[in-house]
C-alpha cells in the first residue's frame, strides 16, 4: 500500500466555517468502500467523468510523494456512504497509486444548496481546471429546478441572467421532447435553433407534430421558423396537427 500524503488546508477550513459548515478531518478512507461514486461524480463541478491524464498524473506525484489537499465530502441520507463535494480526479488518482484517501467530511446531513454550490465551485476553482461556461449553465439549470430564480442562480454561477434563462429554455425543450417520447439521437441532430423555434409552438401536440416532421424530413432550421410562425397563429391543437 503506497502511503499518500495528505495535508489540512486552512485555506478550505476557513471557507467551509464563513460557509456554516461544521466538519471532521478524516484519514484511511477507500474510494470503492467508503464513497458513493455515482452520485460523487455527479456532484462535481464538471460534467462527465473524470479526466484520466489529469488521474494518472496525480497517482505519479502520489507515489513521489508530492503533499496533496484533503478532498472534501458529505454524508448521504441515511448511508454512511460519502458524496464528493471536491475531490473526484485525488480520490481516483489515490485508488490507482494503490493508497487510501485523507479529508474533510462535513457533519450532518441536508445542507443548503447554496452554500454547497459555493463550496463546490470555490474548491474546483483551486484544485481542478476553472469551468466551462457550459458547465456553469449546467449548474444554473440545476439551481432553477432547485427553486432558484434565474436571476439568483445566475449570480451563484457568474453569468449573466439572459444565458442562464435561455439555458433553462433549451433544457425545458429537451425535457419536453423526452417526455413526448422522440427519438433522442435525432432531436439532438436537430440545431440548437431548430430545437428553439420547435419549442416555440404553443401546444404541445403541435410541437410532437412538427417534431417528427422535422426530424424524419430533415427540414432546415428557416423552414421550420415559417411552418413555426404560421402555426402559431392558432392556439388550437387539432389545426396545429391538421398544418403538419
Known amino acids: ?27 484511511g478512507l477507500n474510494w470503492d468502500t467508503d464513497f458513493a461514486q455515482r452520485e ?8 462527465g467523468d473524470v479526466d484520466p491524464g489529469t488521474v494518472g498524473k496525480y497517482a505519479e506525484k502520489m507515489k513521489s510523494g508530492t503533499a496533496f489537499p484533503g478532498i472534501i465530502a458529505q454524508l448521504i441520507g441515511e448511508r ?34 447554496e452554500a454547497m454550490l459555493e463550496l463546490t465551485l470555490w474548491d474546483n476553482d483551486r484544485n481542478g481546471r476553472p469551468l466551462s461556461e457550459r458547465e456553469l449553465l449546467h449548474w444554473g439549470v440545476q439551481l432553477c429546478d ?15 441572467v439572459p444565458k442562464v434563462a435561455q439555458a ?16 433522442m439521437d435525432k432531436w439532438d441532430a436537430l440545431s440548437i435553433g431548430a430545437r ?39 392556439n388550437q391543437a387539432a389545426e396545429h396537427v391538421a398544418h403538419v
Open 1 to 27: 500500500v503506497v502511503n499518500i500524503t495528505w495535508k489540512r488546508d486552512p485555506d478550505a477550513e476557513a471557507k467551509m466555517a464563513e460557509l456554516g459548515f461544521e466538519f471532521d478531518w478524516t484519514e
Open 196 to 234: 428553439r423555434d420547435l419549442h416555440g409552438i404553443r401546444t404541445n401536440e403541435g410541437f410532437v407534430a412538427l417534431a417528427q416532421l422535422a426530424m424524419k424530413a430533415h427540414l432546415p432550421q428557416d423552414v421550420i421558423a415559417k411552418e413555426v410562425t404560421e402555426m402559431n397563429t392558432t
Open 168 to 183: 433553462v429554455r433549451d433544457n425545458n425543450a429537451t425535457r419536453d421532447a423526452k417526455l413526448a417520447g422522440l427519438d
Open 80 to 113: 454512511k456512504a460519502k458524496v464528493n463535494i471536491g475531490g473526484n480526479h485525488r480520490c481516483r488518482a489515490a485508488k490507482l497509486a494503490g493508497g487510501t484517501i485523507s479529508g474533510y467530511v462535513l457533519r450532518g446531513r441536508d445542507h443548503p444548496a
Open 146 to 160: 432547485q427553486g432558484y430564480s434565474q436571476t439568483d442562480a445566475a449570480k451563484l454561477v457568474g453569468l449573466k
Open 40 to 47: 460523487s461524480l455527479a456532484n462535481q463541478g464538471r460534467i
